[in-house]
């Protein structure tokens, strides 16, 4: 009975470890956001947002900033050159801001987060939409 418990501990450590392992190697987006913005239908604090990629098959992407943190699901973007840049782009109306799209420097695949319930609300309304890129770091 000893022997299977010591063999299930070394397994389960095992496995913690390669999971622990997997999520080191994972690039994160760095970004000073000097406003509060809205992801995926929170409001997230100014300062420090760090972005990181999930998910084997099916992309999630933990955005957090401050002492907010979320999960949203984005569309995989596809581009025929690689972006220059890391950057964090945001659609402003007056002063709300909402995270629209990411793209890592050196890479043809980006994401971009779906629309929110206000932010089609603001579109409809015809309020002006203009573009805020940020610059970010990749970790």
Do not use: W
């Not at 970004?31 to 100014?46: L, Q, S, Y």
């Not at 801001?97 to 420097?105: D, G, K, N, P, V």
């Amino acid at each position: 009975m000893k022997k299977q418990a010591t063999t299930v501990l070394i397994l389960m450590l095992a496995a913690l470890t390669g999971l622990v392992n997997a999520q080191a190697v994972r690039p994160r987006i760095v970004a000073n956001v000097p406003f509060e913005f809205i992801a995926n239908g929170k409001t997230m604090p100014a300062g420090k947002c760090t972005i990181t990629a999930l998910g084997d098959g099916m992309t999630i992407l933990s955005i957090r900033s401050g002492n907010e943190n979320l999960l949203a699901v984005p569309q995989d973007t596809e581009s025929r050159h690689a972006s220059e840049k890391t950057t964090l782009v945001f659609h402003r109306y007056g002063d709300l801001y909402f995270l629209a799209s990411i793209s890592r420097q050196g890479q043809t695949r980006g994401y971009e987060l779906p629309v929110q319930k206000i932010e089609a609300e603001l579109r409809a309304q015809n309020i002006a939409e203009k573009d805020m890129l940020l610059l970010a770091s990749l970790y």
